[in-house]
């Protein structure tokens, strides 16, 4: 079989510094096209994205707590003493920004791993666990390599923080209203930092992408080579589609 992804062996198609992940609106759910509009991240929990100032503002009232939830994790990170389990004071903030950047690569394993193509309910019952290696490196893109994956009980990430489990459930619910199937739960993990990435799931019938077994490997592949420009390969009625 091919690898899942159209661009597996060939080098990246801009300059690392320059590569930047798939980012929706948390609030109207605009896709960024960077080449006209870079979206913005929330200052507080450096998680969230916005299309515009207007976006932001009328998020504010529902994502206020989870903000400050968050902005306290990584403000308390930093007071940890250096040793394994926070190999770097920063961990935290490279944690979210890892996170951002490969949204489109992270959401796409998710959606691989629980297999939603073929058993949408999944979505309700587990998660997917990404255990990451930290590695001191200027390169942001080359400061993690996967360690290992795990599926795991949805539960092990809702029963945990009920701040973050709220977040997960107004998601649910609006992705639900727009006719979705719910929301996918990736826990990305590092030493003794955790961040959830919640992504909002279309019915399958409208995702194109293939069903695939070797997500583990690309996702390693494309990870561990510092490459942030996944382009997945999707087969529709009208052929094949890359990206």
Same mark, same amino acid.
């Given at each position: 079989?091919?690898p899942?992804?159209?661009?597996?062996?060939?080098?990246?198609?801009?300059?690392?510094?320059?590569?930047?992940?798939?980012? +929706?609106?948390?609030?109207?759910?605009?896709?960024?096209?960077?080449?006209?509009?870079?979206?913005?991240?929330?200052?507080?929990?450096?998680?969230?994205?916005?299309?515009?100032?207007?976006?932001?503002?009328?998020?504010w009232?529902?994502?206020?707590?989870i903000c400050?939830?968050t902005?306290?994790? =990584?403000?308390?990170?930093?007071?940890?003493?250096i040793?394994?389990?926070?190999?770097?004071?920063?961990?935290?903030?490279?944690?979210?920004?890892?996170?951002?950047?490969?949204?489109?690569?992270?959401?796409w394993?998710?959606?691989?791993?629980?297999?939603?193509?073929?058993?949408?309910?999944?979505?309700?019952?587990?998660?997917?666990?990404?255990?990451?290696s930290? %590695?001191?490196?200027k390169?942001?893109?080359?400061?993690?390599?996967?360690?290992?994956?795990? +599926?795991?009980?949805?539960?092990?990430?809702?029963? %945990?923080?009920?701040?973050?489990?709220?977040?997960?459930?107004?998601?649910?619910?609006r992705c639900?209203?727009?006719?979705? +199937?719910?929301?996918? =739960? =990736?826990?990305?993990?590092?030493?003794?930092?955790?961040? #959830?990435?919640p #992504?909002?799931?279309?019915? &399958?019938?409208? +995702?194109?992408?293939?069903?695939?077994?070797?997500?583990?490997?690309?996702?390693?592949?494309f990870?561990?080579?510092?490459?942030?420009?996944?382009? &997945?390969i999707?087969?529709t009625?009208?052929?094949?589609?890359?990206?």
């Open positions: 079989m091919a899942a992804a159209a661009n597996y062996y060939t080098p990246p198609t801009h300059a690392p510094q320059k590569q930047r992940g798939y980012r +929706i609106c948390d609030t109207c759910g605009a896709v960024e096209n960077s080449s006209v509009q870079k979206f913005r991240l929330c200052g507080g929990c450096l998680t969230t994205q916005y299309c515009s100032p207007e976006c932001q503002k009328s998020d009232p529902s994502h206020k707590a400050q939830h902005a306290a994790q =990584i403000s308390d990170a930093k007071q940890h003493p040793g394994p389990s926070y190999p770097d004071e920063n961990l935290a903030k490279y944690l979210r920004k890892f996170t951002s950047t490969h949204a489109s690569l992270l959401g394993a998710g959606f691989q791993a629980l297999q939603l193509k073929r058993i949408p309910a999944n979505i309700r019952q587990n998660a997917l666990l990404i255990e990451l930290y %590695h001191p490196c390169e942001s893109l080359f400061r993690f390599s996967i360690a290992n994956t795990h +599926i795991v009980p949805r539960s092990y990430v809702t029963s %945990h923080d009920p701040l973050v489990a709220a977040d997960i459930e107004r998601r649910e619910d639900r209203k727009s006719g979705g +199937i719910g929301t996918l =739960i =990736i826990l990305v993990q590092c030493g003794g930092i955790s961040q #959830v990435m #992504v909002e799931v279309d019915p &399958p019938s409208k +995702i194109a992408w293939d069903s695939r077994e070797d997500w583990k490997e690309v996702l390693r592949h990870v561990d080579s510092g490459r942030s420009d996944f382009k &997945p999707s087969t009625a009208r052929g094949v589609v890359y990206g």
